[in-house]
């Protein structure tokens, strides 16, 4: 099977998945509204090619937090990837190493992250955490990530209450039996265990800035905030000493009728300049929409459900093959816009119209 571009995977990851995995992947929150709008507000956004520039020699190379990437597309933290593939995370971890991008595991990864650094040593990693009312478990997380060489901590800030997902309520989705969120393997009680083998409700909705510095004194690691939607919330987090920002709704599954996030990104980065690196992620499905983000002043953005499409399709060389389609498309966008390299690409490129 030849699969030219990210919609070929997701068909195909809708086929062969089981229907409640493909649900649990796909889900929204309520109407989804702001799911489908991450993908449509990049048809709304039209370029402005220039022409005759020798885009002979096209480099997409770039550099996030001093380190180099091949291109600027990382992996999002997503939870489960044994639901797509026997080796879960240790195919992605492998994927993003062979491709030299930047992967973010979750927290609620299926396997651990011990296990994750075994499979691809020299990769470069963040890692995503979840803060849960029993503190010492996320302190247990941070600490290991850091003496494993992650090399960033991306906290995920919207996630109080998780959202209202309608297909995973009516399949009563749950974690089968032989997986576990095996980076808190022992940190809870097993009677507490209801909601993906984790106690319910366990996530800490009493978060607030202060504990940024609390997470701030366990590490040495630059921190980065995931789920950042609007300039009052960025310039907290610039005024709170992070490294960056992903500008993110959790791909539509928390609160629905919030903006696109490649709308978000214009108002945070007014307001953010270059303090610190601006990122985001959701609804990035082909290489102009990779173009249009930097346009607008990401400095990387990273894909969620496309790496679970890839590894549903065939583990470790699925991912690759969706990045490397992700990268090729991306390097054709930057010739046919006459962009040589990554600093070429400015708010030129986009009609402003549109802004
Ligand atoms: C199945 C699934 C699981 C997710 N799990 C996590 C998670 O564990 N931690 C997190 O910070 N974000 C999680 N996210 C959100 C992603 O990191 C990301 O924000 C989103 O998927 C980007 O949108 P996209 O899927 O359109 O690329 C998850 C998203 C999906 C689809």
Redo the contacts with the bound molecule.
């Keep these: 099977m030849f699969l030219v571009c990210l919609s070929d995977f997701e068909a195909y990851a809708k086929k062969h998945l089981p229907k409640v995995t493909w649900d ?4 929204g929150a309520d109407e989804s509204c702001t ?1 489908d709008d ?2 449509m507000a990049y048809k709304r956004i039209r370029l402005r090619p220039r022409v005759l520039r020798d885009v002979s020699v096209v480099d997409t190379k770039t550099m996030i937090l001093g380190t180099e990437i091949s291109f600027p597309v990382g992996i ?5 990837h044994k639901l797509a593939w026997p080796d879960g995370e240790e195919s992605t971890a492998k994927a993003a190493d062979a491709m030299n991008t930047c992967y ?1 595991a ?3 990864a299926t396997c651990s992250m011990e296990e994750i650094v075994a499979a691809a040593p020299t990769g470069f990693r963040w890692f ?1 955490l ?1 803060i849960h009312q029993k503190r010492s478990a996320s302190e247990w997380l941070v600490r290991r990530a850091e003496a494993l060489g992650f090399q960033a901590v ?1 906290l ?1 800030v919207d ?1 109080p209450y998780s959202g209202k997902r309608r297909e995973d309520l009516r399949n009563d989705f749950q974690l089968p039996p032989h997986l576990s969120v095996k980076n808190l393997e022992g940190s809870f009680e097993d009677h507490d265990r209801s909601e993906y083998g984790l106690p319910a409700n366990s996530m800490e909705p009493r978060l607030s800035w202060e504990d940024i510095r609390w997470l701030q004194s366990l590490t040495h690691l630059p921190i980065v905030l ?2 950042i939607l609007t300039k009052e919330d960025a310039d907290l987090a610039v005024r709170h000493g992070v490294q960056g920002i ?1 500008v ?6 928390q609160l629905d009728g919030v903006p696109a996030t490649i709308d978000a990104l214009v108002e945070i980065k007014e307001i953010v300049q270059d303090k610190v690196e601006v990122y985001l ?5 082909t290489g102009s929409d990779v173009l249009k983000a930097l346009a607008l002043g990401a400095k990387c953005v ?5 790496a ?1 499409w890839g590894l549903a399709y065939k583990g470790e060389e699925g991912l690759r093959e969706v990045l490397q389609v992700l990268k090729d498309e991306f390097r054709l966008s930057m010739a046919l816009t006459g962009c040589r390299n990554v600093s070429e690409i400015g708010r030129h490129l986009v009609q402003s119209s549109r802004l």
């Design positions: 649990y992947f796909a889900a799911r991450n993908l999002a933290p997503t939870g489960f973010i979750s927290t609620y995503q979840y991306v995920t996630v995931k789920g992903i993110s709704n959790h791909g539509g599954r992620d959701g609804g990035i499905r990273f894909i969620g459900r496309p679970l």
